[in-house]
């Protein structure tokens, strides 16, 4: 039996449609204080996004263009942000809930 290692990098018609993150900004991630609703939704629209690769993966696959690899992995990183998204929501209606307890 020969067991061969998986590529990395995806081949065929379906690696055109994948794009690789962009690398972090350092200098934009310098100063936590700088957050506010434009990163919010920036955060949102990059969700969507991946949501969206992932759901391009799948149909690729499907279709018999991708690879099973790109599918899972796709659909990993969107499960990722989606358990982050809930979390973080949670959170916020936890914090929420507590400031309308608080008595005044």
């Not at 350092?26 to 759901?55: H, I, K, M, Y």
């Not at 391009?56 to 279709?63: I, L, P, T």
């Not at 499960?79 to 949670?90: E, Q």
């Given at each position: 039996m020969?067991i061969t290692?998986?590529?990395?990098t995806p081949?065929g018609?379906a690696?055109a449609a994948?794009v690789?993150?962009?690398?972090?900004?350092?200098?934009?991630n310098?100063?936590?204080?700088?957050f506010?609703f434009?990163s919010l939704?920036?955060?949102?629209?990059?969700?969507?996004?991946?949501?969206e690769?992932a759901q391009?993966?799948?149909?690729?696959?499907?279709?018999g263009?991708?690879?099973?690899?790109?599918m899972v992995?796709?659909?990993?990183?969107?499960d990722?942000?989606v358990?982050?998204?809930t979390?973080a929501?949670s959170?916020?209606?936890?914090s929420?809930?507590s400031l309308?307890q608080m008595?005044?």
């Amino acid at each position: 039996m020969t067991i061969t290692p998986l590529d990395p990098t995806p081949a065929g018609p379906a690696a055109a449609a994948l794009v690789p993150d962009a690398p972090l900004d350092a200098a934009a991630n310098a100063d936590a204080s700088t957050f506010g609703f434009g990163s919010l939704v920036d955060a949102l629209r990059a969700g969507t996004q991946q949501l969206e690769r992932a759901q391009g993966a799948e149909r690729s696959f499907v279709d018999g263009t991708g690879g099973l690899q790109e599918m899972v992995f796709e659909r990993a990183k969107a499960d990722v942000i989606v358990s982050i998204a809930t979390a973080a929501s949670s959170r916020v209606t936890q914090s929420l809930n507590s400031l309308t307890q608080m008595q005044l």
